[in-house]
């Protein structure tokens, strides 16, 4: 089966050869009953500093609209339990044959190297400049047709601080006229482990941990968000409860400090909420404290 999305271009000018998700047709234009698509990568990272927990995204979004592609891109790093904005744009350009390609804009800049693989995704400024540099992939999954995730190493470097630790590549291609109802908790402990569960469009949801160079997987799991305390019925969820259908893996994730929202080029009201979460995992017998981001679709 064909990579649902693969990767950018190089540097300013020059293209990879990347193949597109199954949303959109084989010649990069809207599917045959005129709806356009949409198109979202995202950088997640992770990373435990002196036991202080910081987490950044680095989004990306495209949607086909009639004669251009609508395009946005934004950052934030999370710390101590509030966002702040590295970088936010949005922008129109010309159609492309495949437009799930990420391309740079003024500031911005990406750059592959050999087998085609990210080597940096590079934001020029004076104050809230950074430079994120993933490793090779340590693991690839995928939830359906529509839902691709990697794996990485990584280092975020800002001013003179460095974040190392793990990235979490997530890739999706949906037709803009389906509410997006994926969702994508990836978190971490002290000790390296991640666990990484993704919910597709379909409802369908797996996890994934990987630790030690090992991978544990589950292909029938639940999400379920717990309710807010008393207060307005509309309240966001005040976490969610991890559960497999064979037992051996549960967890709890409670959210922690407001939410970060990725507007979709296409409108005010879809996008994507990123939160951050902490809470605990217990897999195959084997409890331990995590922390990590929520990241979910607007509907």
Known sequence: MRAIILLFILSIAACDRAEGPGAA????????????????????LLSLQAESPVAAAIEFSAVEAPGAIRRMAGAWLARDGSWTGLLEQAWEASPIREPWRLVPHGPL???????????????????????????????????????????????????RESFVGLVLDLQTGTPVA???????????????????????ADGRTFAWLHRDAETLSWESVSLAPIAAEAGAADAPP????????????TGELRTDGEPVVMRSPADSTGGARTLMVDGWIEARGDRRDVFGLFRHGLE
């Open 238 to 249: 005040a976490g969610w409860r991890i559960a497999a259908s064979t037992g051996d893996l």
């Open 109 to 159: 800049r990406l750059v592959v190297g050999e087998g085609d693989e990210i080597e940096a995704v590079i934001h020029r400024a004076d104050s809230t400049g950074f430079r994120l540099e993933p490793s090779a992939a340590l693991a690839e999954w995928g939830v359906g047709d529509a839902v691709q995730l990697r794996l990485r190493r990584g280092t975020l470097s800002l001013g």
């Open 178 to 200: 389906q509410p997006d109802g994926t969702a994508v908790a990836f978190v971490t402990d002290d000790a390296g482990a991640s666990l990484v569960v993704a919910r597709g």
């Open 25 to 44: 047709t084989e010649s990069g234009r809207p599917l045959g009953d005129g709806t356009t698509a949409s198109y979202d990568r995202s950088f997640l």
